[in-house]
C-alpha cells in the first residue's frame, strides 16, 4: 500500500529535474501522475515510463502552463483521463542571471509568467474541481533565493517570492473548504535548470551548508510526498526548505 494509493496528480515542469523526481516519487507511491511539460516530449515520456514501471498510472500532458487556454485545457484532459484531481503541484520554472540595470521587459515578464502567474493559472483551473469535492492538495515549488534574494536575479527572486505569499493567502481562502496550500523552497540543487556546476563551486557552496553537499532532486521529492499525503493534513500555508542547512527557519 503506498501513502498515496487512489489518487491523482498533476506536476508542471515534470520532464526533468525537480519536477520529474516529483512526479516518480508520488508514483511510486501509488498516485496517478499527469506528467506536465512544454518542449521535452522525450523526456516527458521516460518520466511515464518510469511511473508506470513502479506499477502507477501516468500520462504525458503538454502545456505552457504560462498561458491560461493551455491550462485549462491541461485540466480538462487530466479530469477526462483520470475523473479527478488530488494534488496539484506547481513545479515549472526557468532560471537565468541578469543584473536588475541591463534587464529587458521581455525577461521580466517572461519570468513572472513562467515562475508566478503559472502557479496562479494552475491553481485556478483545478480549485473548482477540489471545491466541488470538498478537498486536495496544493503544492507550489518556491525556492530560497524567494526567501534570501541573489544578485542577478531580482526577477526570479520577486517571482518566487511571490509564490511564497501566494501560498499563504490562499491556503487562508481555500483551508475551511478541505483544501490546503503549502509550499517548498529547496536550495541549490544540482539540475539542468541551474547549469554545469564545477568541482570549485561545489567546495565554495558546500562549505556553507550544514550537510556540507548540494542536493539532488531526489533530495526534495519526499518533501513532496509528504505533502501530498494525509501525513501533511494539518499544515497549511507553510513553506518547507530541503537545502541542506542553507536559510533556517
Known amino acids: 500500500m503506498g501513502a498515496l494509493d487512489g ?20 508514483g511510486r507511491e501509488g498516485a496517478a501522475v499527469g506528467v506536465n511539460y512544454h518542449r521535452s516530449e522525450a523526456r516527458a ?7 508506470q ?9 503538454r502545456a505552457d502552463v504560462g498561458d491560461g487556454a493551455a491550462v485549462r485545457a491541461m485540466v480538462a484532459e487530466m479530469l477526462s483521463v483520470f475523473g479527478q484531481i488530488d494534488v496539484l503541484v506547481n513545479n515549472a520554472g526557468i532560471l537565468n542571471n541578469v543584473p536588475l540595470h541591463q534587464m529587458p521587459d521581455e525577461t521580466w515578464d517572461e519570468m513572472i509568467a513562467t515562475n508566478l502567474r503559472s502557479v496562479f493559472l494552475c491553481a485556478r483551473a483545478v480549485l473548482p474541481h ?8 496544493i503544492i507550489n515549488v518556491s525556492s ?9 536575479h531580482t526577477h526570479y527572486a520577486a517571482a518566487k517570492g511571490g509564490v511564497i505569499a501566494f501560498t499563504r493567502a490562499l491556503a487562508r481562502e481555500v483551508g475551511p473548504r478541505g483544501i490546503q496550500v503549502n509550499a517548498i523552497a529547496p536550495g541549490l540543487i544540482e539540475t539542468e535548470l541551474v547549469g554545469p556546476i564545477t568541482d570549485d563551486i561545489r567546495r565554495e557552496r558546500s562549505a556553507i551548508l550544514a550537510l556540507r553537499r548540494l542536493g539532488l532532486p531526489e533530495d526534495v521529492a519526499p518533501t513532496a510526498v509528504f505533502l501530498a ?10 513553506t518547507l526548505c530541503p537545502n541542506g542547512g542553507d536559510i533556517m527557519v
Request: overall charge positive.
Open 53 to 61: 514501471a513502479a506499477g502507477s498510472k501516468a500520462v504525458a500532458v
Open 45 to 51: 515520456a521516460e518520466v511515464v515510463a518510469a511511473i
Open 229 to 238: 499525503s494525509d501525513a501533511s493534513n494539518y499544515y497549511a500555508g507553510q
Open 144 to 152: 530560497q533565493l524567494g526567501q534570501k534574494g541573489m544578485a542577478g
Open 7 to 26: 489518487r491523482v496528480a498533476l506536476v508542471t515542469g515534470a520532464s526533468r529535474g525537480i519536477g520529474a523526481a516529483i512526479a516518480i516519487a508520488l
Open 130 to 137: 477540489m471545491l466541488e469535492r470538498g478537498s486536495g492538495k
